[in-house]
């Protein structure tokens, strides 16, 4: 007897970032635990070189990828820079998504959502509604909290009306996914509905991301030799606070050995590259992003990974999936995250950190590492047998599966 699951998700390979990379875990792993798997997700435009975005008017495409079956609907794509657009962006999805999930999967056992945006959670509640399926939720950041702490959302009509899509959305759930213990523990405090409430830390693929020699031919290519790499891979947006980067390069330009890398893309980018351009810095490269498979090589390029977000209180139950992938890269973290991830960083003893939204401390952490070059390979080998232990997809997700079949979901033959 088989069970099914249909993923509902925005962000999907070949599209980078946190969510990506959450729902292709979540996929990839519940099918080798022998659950049938659908996923639904958008046509890639999102996060991605332009060489990979494809725009189709036709409502849907359906693809099977290995185990998995894959089918992308139709979505209005991004302007990142404008929030009419991104809304749109959101709300097409959310249409088209929900339209093929009542119309073409004649049967689901369980719908997992994830969020952010949190309005795939809408999809979730119809599912459970008109095909007697389990509605999943799976919180990767708070949403519209973050919005409103970030400064995104300002309008006071807007504001209320995603506090109240959200309390719907919460209502309905038969589950709820948290990334964080503190999240967890504020959501069971307020569980009036008798919800399950399950802890699903972000994960790294520890078989995928591992520790690699660097790629020469992209050494020499960017001018690299010699150098000791600062970098960041990652959306570059508003929560992450990319220019505290900029101006430690600035502030290290005399530093001859020392460069950094941001391989990315996001609503910032473009002011990040003004920025850069302005000041004149030679010792900082802006890379577009690359494929899943391709990102190998460019974090292989890195020394010690610089891991910012903006100062917001927010942000203390905020841990970023990138940690653990440097983790698992063995490649030290400069955490300028304070709360939850920090105490990880701590325990693992795989990094420093450093005051958010502070160049001078950063600099002073850019500089402990140039003068103690030993502490890379010492601190990158606590990293990885630390993510190993407790964040590897391959231990967290079958620990999952087992309180998801708690929850009661039918089987299929």
């Known amino acids: 007897m088989k069970k099914n699951a249909v993923i509902v998700t925005q962000y ?17 792993e519940l099918s080798a635990l022998g659950v049938e798997v659908t996923v639904v997700t958008a046509f890639p435009s999102y996060l991605i070189h332009k060489k990979h975005a494809r725009f189709r008017f036709k409502p849907y495409e359906k693809q099977q990828v290995n185990n998995l079956t ?22 097409s999805f959310t249409i088209s998504s929900t339209l ?35 509605f999943i939720l799976d919180i990767g950041d708070l949403w519209p909290e973050s919005a409103v702490q970030l400064g995104i959302l300002k309008n006071t009509f807007a504001i209320r009306f995603s506090q109240g ?19 967890l523990e504020q959501f069971r405090n307020n569980n009036k509905n008798g919800t399950c409430i399950t802890y699903v830390p972000n994960f790294v693929d520890t078989c995928f991301v591992q520790k690699r020699e660097k790629d020469l031919g992209l050494v020499q290519s960017l001018g690299l030799t010699d150098r000791l790499i600062f970098g960041y891979v990652g959306n570059i947006g508003v929560a992450q606070g990319l220019n505290v980067v900029v101006d430690a390069a600035h502030r290290t330009r005399h530093i001859k050995e020392i460069a950094y890398v941001i391989v990315g893309d996001g609503v910032e980018s473009s002011r990040i590259e003004r920025e850069i351009r302005d000041l004149g810095l030679s010792n900082i490269h802006l890379l577009p992003p690359v494929s899943r498979e391709e990102i190998v090589n460019y974090i292989s390029l890195i020394d010690v990974m610089i891991i910012p977000l903006v100062k917001v209180d927010l942000f203390r139950i905020t841990i970023p999936s990138k940690l653990y992938e440097s983790m698992a890269a063995e490649i030290p973290v400069i955490l300028c995250v304070d709360g939850e991830a920090r105490s990880i960083v701590e325990q693992a003893n795989c990094g420093v950190f450093a005051e958010p939204g502070s ?7 850019v500089l402990t590492f140039h003068r103690n070059r030993e502490l890379i390979a010492t601190l990158g080998k606590n990293g990885r047998a630390f993510v190993e232990e407790r964040f590897a997809r391959n231990n967290v997700i079958p620990k999952y599966y087992h309180e998801l079949m708690a929850l009661g979901v039918r089987t299929t033959s």
């Open 165 to 183: 899509l959200e309390r719907w959305i919460y209502h309905h759930c038969d589950g709820i996914n948290l990334v964080t213990k503190e999240t």
């Open 12 to 28: 999907f390979p070949p599209e980078i970032g946190g969510g990506a990379h959450r729902s292709f875990g979540f996929a990839e």
């Open 100 to 134: 093929l999930v009542l119309l073409k999967i004649r049967r689901i056992d369980i719908l997992l959502a994830i969020s952010p945006p949190l309005f795939t959670g809408i999809t979730g509640v119809l599912a459970k509604r008109f095909k007697s399926a389990k």
């Open 70 to 91: 894959i089918y992308r609907t139709f979505v209005i794509p991004s302007d990142r820079g404008n929030f009419l657009m991104r809304l749109l962006y959101y709300l």
């Open 359 to 365: 160049p001078d401390e950063l600099v002073d952490r």
